[in-house]
C-alpha cells in the first residue's frame, strides 16, 4: 500500500511562485507515476501534470511552461513546483500515484490550498 501526504500550500500574489511536495511512502512496486491534479471550488478536479517512470512528463495546456513537475527517488517525494501564479490556479491541490494501466493508487487525501491573490 502507497501512502501519500501532500504540503506546501499557501497564500501568494500572481506572479508568485510556490513549490508542492509529495511525501510517498509504503509499497512502491505498483507505481508506474505520479500525478498532480487540482480542484477549484465548484469546479472538477484536472489534472495539472504527470511524471512517469521513464522521465516523460505530461501538463495541462493551463500551466505549460510554468509549473514544473519532477522526483527525488532518495526521499520518495514528487514537487510541483508552480512559477509565474495566476488567480485561476486557485485550488486544493493533490497528488496520486498511478499503475501501469494509469488506475489510481490511493483515493484522494487532503490536497494542499494554494490560493493566488490578484
Known amino acids: 500500500q502507497v501512502q501519500l501526504v501532500e504540503s506546501g500550500g499557501g497564500l501568494v500574489q500572481a506572479g508568485g511562485s510556490l513549490r508542492l511536495s509529495c511525501a510517498a511512502s509504503?509499497?512502491?512496486?505498483?507505481?508506474?507515476?505520479m500525478a498532480w491534479y487540482r480542484q477549484a471550488p465548484g469546479k472538477q478536479r484536472e489534472m495539472v501534470a504527470t511524471i512517469i517512470s521513464d522521465g516523460t512528463r505530461n501538463y495541462a495546456d493551463s500551466v505549460k511552461g510554468r509549473f514544473t513537475i519532477s522526483g527525488d527517488n532518495a526521499k520518495n517525494t514528487v514537487y510541483l513546483q508552480m512559477n509565474s501564479l495566476k488567480p485561476e490556479d486557485t485550488a486544493v491541490y493533490y497528488c496520486n500515484a498511478l499503475t501501469a494501466t494509469m488506475t489510481f493508487l490511493v483515493g484522494w487525501g487532503q490536497g494542499t490550498q494554494v490560493t493566488v491573490t490578484s
Open positions: 509504503g509499497d512502491f512496486s505498483t507505481i508506474n507515476a
